[in-house]
């Protein structure tokens, strides 16, 4: 159980363009949904908390207009990079809290963006 | 002061030995605290959580908790070259998770 899926795995796209980062609870109900994103040989860093219905947090830093979470669902929270740029290459790691669960958060596999 | 602190390693144990991690957090209300594995290149895996002080086990993996201290620990015992990678210790915030940088274990065979 407890099983997070990412999609795509991996993804290269061009500067000025955007991206979709899907993230999906398989076998629970996930109505908060974390994206986290991860530099080489770094510790993750929260980015957003995605509740389902209404509007994500954003973490002090992070650019709500760059990076668009939508959770229209109880098993499905997307991530858009908007306008990609070079720097926004890096492991986007989504997790999901249980809503009928304790406090653990399963994490997905990530995704690995590369802006060329 | 970072909310999360790990010794920073990198740990190097022989197989079969035991590695112990160690883990300070600031947040005094906390309540709920968590050991994940990451593996180069890939995403954190959940292994052990803790909520009550004491010991916890399970298979050769044991956490510890002092909330007094706000101290956590993990203990791997018998450890396996398969045990070889990144530890994060995590703490529940208002459910965010705060993160310390990471005990890198190597275990040799």
């Known amino acids: 159980g407890a099983v997070v899926s990412q999609h795509p795995s991996w993804v290269i796209c061009k500067s000025g363009t955007s991206v979709k980062i899907e993230c999906r609870s398989l076998d629970f109900q996930a109505t908060t949904m974390f994206w986290y994103r991860q530099f080489p040989k770094q510790s993750l860093m929260l980015m957003a908390t995605?509740?389902?219905?209404?509007?994500?947090?954003?973490e002090q830093g992070v650019e709500k207009d760059k990076f668009l979470i939508n959770h229209a669902s109880l098993t499905l929270s997307t991530l858009t990079v908007t306008s990609a740029h070079p720097e926004d290459s890096s492991f986007y790691i989504c997790s999901a809290r249980d809503s009928g669960g304790a406090d653990e958060q399963y994490f997905g596999p990530g995704t690995r963006l590369t802006v060329t | 002061q970072k909310e999360v602190e790990q010794n920073s390693g990198p740990l190097s144990v022989p197989e079969g030995a035991i590695a112990s991690l160690n883990c300070t957090y600031s947040d005094r209300v906390s309540q709920s605290f968590f050991w994940y594995r990451q593996y180069s290149g890939k995403s954190p895996e959940l292994i052990m959580s803790?909520?009550?002080?004491g010991d916890k086990e399970d298979g050769r993996f044991t956490a510890q908790l002092n909330k007094a201290s706000q101290y956590v620990s993990l203990l791997i015992r018998d450890s396996q070259p398969s045990d070889s990678a990144t530890y994060l210790c995590?703490?529940?915030?208002?459910?965010?998770?705060?993160f310390g940088a990471g005990t890198t274990v190597t275990v040799r065979a």
């Open positions: 995605s509740n389902e219905g209404s509007k994500a947090t954003y």
């Open positions: 803790i909520y009550s002080n």
């Open positions: 995590a703490v529940n915030n208002n459910y965010k998770l705060s």
